[in-house]
């Protein structure tokens, strides 16, 4: 299969960089294999060896001639244990244990142990109930005496260094970034992210302290706002109209929410970050059991085609990619599973916006042409965009079509690597003479055997070529004919 095949798949592939893609065979392979955007974590890992994924990412695109975007992913206020004298403890029902905030960081015992967290024994009351290991253990709380959270367990297990601790329906008062945030933004920012996303946001003013850090540091890439809190999915609108995108954190929402509400809470923020333009990603746990298996479960097949069949922008893959035995089979599964769900017409054809009115000529041209694509005989869609506002747009509206989004910015490119049904092409309108950007547009589309002599397409461009927000004109151009 030529790489160039994927631009039949809408739904977009995430995928965690980590030791398991750390050869550069591996990463050729899973880019071949369909992943268009890559994900770095912070919550692992050293900014030099960051530094060098984002460098294999970039050099493997080049070489394959693709747009591949990158994510940095902040580790956000991730409230979590400190260390034990011997590694790891296993817990048992009925026993008591305790969370000191002044014990020393390595001095965990079978009885205690230290927390980074130092507010902990401010954000809890008795008959709490703590969730450590994404909810693998519950403790309740029974009594605060200064800095120690005395608990009693109630579901006991292994417990080990540096676990995450959640209060069941939320309320810890952490702060969304912390100083190692602040640290690892900067460094985003000197490599160029396209997308840097917020941990534990709690509200639209966390995502702007966020993206004035960003300013401050001179950096443009978008923000996406991981939804994983209580009170994240009660301010959803609010957080996803101040970012450009949100991700359904599922590893840290179900143990704050409960897993049996996420998967309705998961439609509920797809819907709403449709219908206010923003893309949306469906994270963790997609393709578990591939971490160790070279095939993914029925309810990991079924897990998938649920979003895709949802409309979200972007299915992602975690520890599946970055430290499992199967990264590249990993893809191709996620790949093989969108492909055939995209083929169902209610995934295709949209009644969407009908009724609305539009705010800006550059969304009215988007709508009147995804409208005229889906309702006449057309191969595609091809915009050319400054910002990639024009193609978001089209892509919120259902269609089996694809859209070429033809850029001559790198950010923008970047960024439309996570916008359902866009293609990424590069393009610099600026090189070439105003008459001649329909032609060297369509050529471009031909050489990569995007399109074929004959094919009718829709193409949208803006009288000032280089503006952003442009777009007032919309194209029908039969390919082959003179321009
Ligand atoms: P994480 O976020 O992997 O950084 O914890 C995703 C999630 O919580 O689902
Ligand atoms: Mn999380």
């Not at 970055?322 to 089979?329: H, I, K, R, T």
């Not at 400054?386 to 193609?391: D, F, H, I, L, N």
Request: charged residues 25%; glycine residues 6%; proline residues 3%.
């Amino acid at each position: 299969m030529s790489i160039d095949d994927h631009q039949e798949r809408r739904t977009k592939i995430l995928a965690t960089l980590g030791p398991a893609t750390d050869d550069p065979a591996v990463m050729e392979k899973i880019i071949r294999a369909g992943v268009n955007c890559v994900r770095l974590n912070f919550s692992h890992g050293t900014h030099e060896q960051h530094q060098k994924r984002i460098e294999l990412v970039r050099e493997t695109a080049k070489k394959l001639n693709v747009i591949v975007g990158v994510l940095g992913d902040l580790q956000g206020p991730k409230i979590r244990i400190a260390r034990f004298k011997d590694g790891k403890i296993n817990l048992k029902p009925g026993d008591f244990f305790v969370l000191d905030s002044a014990l020393d960081s390595d001095a965990g015992t079978q009885t205690e142990v230290g927390i980074d967290y130092k507010e902990l024994p401010h954000d809890v009351i008795a008959d709490d109930i703590l969730l450590l290991n994404d909810g693998l253990i519950t403790l309740i709380v029974k009594k605060i005496d200064a800095s120690r959270v005395i608990c009693e367990v109630v579901q006991g297990g292994e417990l080990s260094n540096h676990k995450g601790i959640n209060k069941k329906g939320g309320g810890l008062t952490a702060k969304a970034l912390t100083d190692k945030d602040r640290d690892d933004l900067i460094f985003a920012v000197k490599m160029d992210v396209d997308y840097l996303a917020i941990s534990f946001p709690r509200n639209a003013q966390d995502i702007h302290e966020a993206q004035n850090l960003i300013r401050l540091a001179k950096g443009t890439c978008g923000v996406i706002a991981k939804i994983e809190r209580v009170e994240a999915v009660a301010a959803i609108d609010e957080i996803i109209v101040a970012s450009d995108g949100v991700m359904v954190a599922r590893g840290d929402l179900a143990v704050e929410i409960g897993d049996a509400e996420v998967p309705m809470v998961q439609k509920h923020i797809i819907q709403r970050a449709r219908s206010l333009d923003k893309p949306v990603i469906v994270a963790t746990q997609m393709m578990e059991s591939m971490i160790h298996n070279s095939v993914p479960t029925r309810a990991e097949v079924s897990d998938v085609a649920n979003a895709v069949l949802d409309n979200a922008d972007v299915v992602m893959c975690s520890a599946e990619t970055a430290a499992g035995e199967f990264p590249v089979e990993t893809i191709e599964a996620m790949d093989r599973v969108c492909r055939v769900v995209e083929k169902q017409p209610q995934t295709q054809q949209s009644k969407h916006r009908v009724e609305c009115k539009f705010t800006r000529v550059d969304e009215a041209i988007a709508m009147a042409t995804i409208y005229t694509a889906n309702h006449f005989d057309v191969r595609a869609v091809v915009a050319l965009t400054e910002s990639g506002a024009t193609p978001l747009w089209m892509s919120r509206i259902r269609t089996g079509l694809p859209i070429y989004g033809l850029s001559r910015f790198a950010r923008t490119l970047g960024k439309m690597t996570l916008y359902r049904g866009v293609y990424p092409i590069y393009f610099d309108v600026t090189k070439c003479t105003r008459d001649a950007v329909n032609q060297k547009s369509i050529t471009i589309l031909e050489e990569k055997n995007f399109l074929q002599k004959n094919d009718r397409v829709i193409l949208t461009k803006g009288d000032h070529m280089g503006r952003s927000g442009g777009s007032n004109a919309m194209k029908i151009i039969v390919v082959g004919e003179v321009l």
